[in-house]
């Protein structure tokens, strides 16, 4: 029996001991296979410049909608994640999640955004992406949430974050005292939805109950802050900085 020979590999000496190991792990990495999807292409072809400055981040295909994006995979094409806007032609990001949820339930989704209001998250996140981002976030958190994502954790842009954090630092053992008025968490919650505009259907659908249980929250809210109407609510909810 022959035995092979294997000869050891030369390493050139580094400054850094450390470099070595990561610059081999790097190299042995799988990369993210992305897709970029974002309608503006000085945006788009600015994410791209950055993205792939990332050793492990590849930007196998850019789009201008959701459409594109869908008939790059049916066509074959293979990624780990979706890194796409809101507001798009065609077919926006909200429904490019939904159809990748039901046709693709492996990829991953991540929403970046200029929206900030959080009827934009809330629906992201029941359309089912894995991440929230805005655009103005930093190159770094961006990476790191591509990378988050990638392995099957969700993600929420740490500026979303601390205003949800701060929200939910005004209520204290499930209560919010403001002008002599408590409120729950939950009537919190809806007031909120209303005075984003939701009816109590999509209300209920947001947080999941049952539109009854909407109603029952209205009619609460009214009664406690003693107004006579939804508009008036809104107002009340304005001028005590609830809202």
Not at 127 to 155: C, D, H, M, P
Request: charged content about 25%; hydrophobic content about 45%; glycine content about 6%.
């Amino acid at each position: 029996m022959s035995l092979a020979v294997i000869a050891p590999r030369v390493v050139k000496a580094s400054p850094d001991p450390n470099k070595f190991w990561i610059n081999e792990l790097k190299g042995v990495m799988e990369k993210i296979r992305l897709i970029l999807a974002e309608d503006h292409v000085i945006v788009r072809n600015g994410l791209k410049s950055l993205l792939q400055t990332q050793t492990d981040i590849d930007v196998v295909r850019e789009a201008s909608n959701g459409l594109d994006v869908l008939s790059a995979l049916d066509g074959g094409l293979i990624a780990d994640l979706i890194l796409t806007d809101l507001d798009m032609p065609e077919m926006d990001g909200l429904e490019l999640a939904r159809q990748v949820r039901e046709r693709y339930p492996q990829l991953k989704v991540i929403v970046l955004s200029m929206m900030d209001n959080e009827k934009y998250i809330f629906d992201a996140f029941a359309a089912g992406v894995n991440g929230y981002l805005l655009k103005n976030v930093s190159i770094e958190e961006l990476v790191f949430s591509i990378r988050q994502a990638a392995t099957g954790k969700e993600v929420l842009a740490m500026e979303l974050g601390m205003s949800m954090l701060r929200r939910a630092s005004k209520h204290h053992n499930n209560t919010f005292f403001n002008a002599g008025v408590s409120l729950t968490v939950k009537e919190m919650e809806v007031l909120t939805l209303i005075a984003d505009g939701y009816t109590n259907q999509e209300i209920a659908e947001v947080t999941f109950t049952s539109r009854r249980t909407v109603e029952g929250h209205r009619q609460s809210l009214i009664d406690k802050t003693g107004v006579k109407n939804t508009a008036q609510l809104i107002r009340y909810a304005c001028k005590e900085g609830l809202v």
